[in-house]
Nanobody, 124 residues
Framework: QVQLVESGGGLVQAGGSLRLSCAAS????????MGWFRQAPGKEREFVAA????????YYTDSVKGRFTISRGNAKNTLYLQMNSLKPEDTAVYYC?????????????????WGQGTQVTVSS
């Protein structure tokens, strides 16, 4: 059992930055990977980035490469998403998720635990 709580969302202008945080608790040792997803109004939930337990492997969707950085705290209980050069199309609710099975897969159905989400709004 893993509990996840996101924070750090807000309203920013295009070109600005935000850092999202995800606090994890419970049986976090059982999670192979952590990921960030986002969901805009009327759209399907979309993969953003994932990182394995050690932090040695990462995977990003093409639309955020070079702008976003996923990382884990030293204690492995906090997940971060540094978001730079934000664009209006980045506007969405951002979710933290934990995956129990091997791999940094982009499919939401492969992730077992989810946070409540935090709103990110980028104005043009």
């Amino acid at each position: 059992q893993v509990q996840l709580v996101e924070s750090g969302g807000g309203l920013v202008q295009a070109g600005g930055s935000l850092r999202l945080s995800c606090a994890a608790s419970g049986r976090t040792f059982s999670s192979y990977a952590m990921g960030w997803f986002r969901q805009a109004p009327g759209k399907e939930r979309e993969f953003v980035a994932a990182i394995n337990w050690s932090g040695g492997s990462t995977y990003y969707t093409d639309s955020v490469k070079g702008r976003f950085t996923i990382s884990r705290g030293n204690a492995k209980n906090t997940l971060y998403l540094q978001m730079n050069s934000l664009k209006p199309e980045d506007t969405a609710v951002y979710y933290c998720a934990a995956k129990l099975t091997y791999g940094l897969g982009p499919k939401p159905d492969d992730y077992n635990y989810w946070g409540q989400g935090t709103q990110v709004t980028v104005s043009s």
